[in-house]
């Protein structure tokens, strides 16, 4: 009798992702999600690099500008479909409303609570790019670190639907992150499980899975002189302010920053600091851009 032959490592990934999407679109999934929602915060991560107040005027005006690309933003139900992923993601990431918390006025806190509002009126089901587990992992990110500019004077009722969301989200995230995305973006999403376990009463198991797959990741993905294995400056960059963000959060809240993420830290920084050119920005190698000096220098200084 043949022997039989194996089924391809590539096909069959691709047959198991297909099947948890088919999975994830049921109704039934997303009753699994519910859970016991809190009705406040511990507290909110700091912000590790304010925002832009002009970007913040173009999203008060009507629109969001990001990647050489600009496109209304006036109804989350209802995005340009002629626009990129990359600017889709960008949008379902919520990282913009750091921009609308520089301007820092009413109108800002209102367009950015309206438009939380509107999209978990729109996406509360399973979509691939807004429950990307990057993607999602940095919207918790930002809805947790702006959470007291948005959620300031807000209805009960709005309270209410966002821890519900909060929950099912992070429960979702808890079960996906180290079954899809890789690289970076399954830092950003172990960052949002992290916040997620720091700042919500009753969901402290989240922070220390987070941790424990984080310090697997920064073991596969920081080489012993520092440098991402991706060899990418601006990628390399991204990563030390994800780990950056989180250390400035355990301080804030008073927990004991692991000796291993200061370590990958102190590896990191150096290297940085070597794929810089003279004028402060980034070597352009590998895909990376320029960067923003400033940006760079910010970063340098908080690490």
């Not at 009705?39 to 912000?47: A, I, K, Q, S, V």
């Not at 006025?105 to 978990?120: D, G, T, V, Y």
């Not at 970076?184 to 172990?190: D, F, K, N, V």
Request: proline share 6%.
């Amino acid at each position: 009798m043949p022997a039989l032959k194996s089924w391809p490592k590539g096909k069959s990934r691709g047959l198991l992702n297909g099947l948890r999407r088919l999975a994830y679109r049921s109704p039934l999934y997303g009753i699994t999600l519910v859970g016991r929602a809190p009705n406040r915060l511990f507290g909110t991560p700091p912000e590790l690099m304010p925002g832009d107040a002009a970007a913040g005027q173009i999203i008060l005006a009507g629109n969001l500008m990001y990647g050489g690309q600009r496109w209304p933003l006036a109804d989350m139900a209802h995005l340009p479909k002629q626009a990129s992923d990359h600017w889709r993601a960008y949008v379902h990431s919520f990282a913009w409303l750091s921009e609308l918390r520089a301007v820092g006025n009413n109108p800002s806190r209102e367009l950015a609570r309206n438009h939380i509002a509107r999209w978990i009126e729109s996406y509360t089901r399973w979509s691939p790019v807004g429950w990307r587990a990057d993607v999602l992992g940095q919207r918790l990110t930002h809805w947790l670190t702006h959470f007291g500019f948005f959620a300031g004077d807000a209805p009960q009722e709005f309270y209410d639907l966002f821890f519900a969301e909060v929950v099912k989200q992070a429960r979702h995230l808890n079960r996906t992150i180290m079954k899809s995305v890789t690289g970076p973006g399954r830092i950003q999403g172990l960052k949002g499980l992290i916040y997620c376990g720091v700042a919500l009463p009753g969901y402290e198991n989240y922070l220390h899975s987070g941790l424990r797959h984080l310090e697997n990741e920064l073991d596969r993905q920081i080489f012993p002189d520092g440098g991402h294995y991706s060899r990418n400056p601006h990628i390399h960059m991204e990563v030390l302010a994800d780990l950056v963000a989180i250390r400035e959060t355990f301080i804030a809240a008073h927990i004991d920053v692991p000796a291993w993420l200061t370590g990958a830290i102190e590896r990191m920084v150096p290297m940085l600091r070597a794929l810089r050119h003279a004028d402060g920005g980034l070597a352009f190698f590998n895909g990376a851009n320029t960067g923003d000096p400033a940006v760079i220098a910010a970063l340098l200084t908080k690490s």
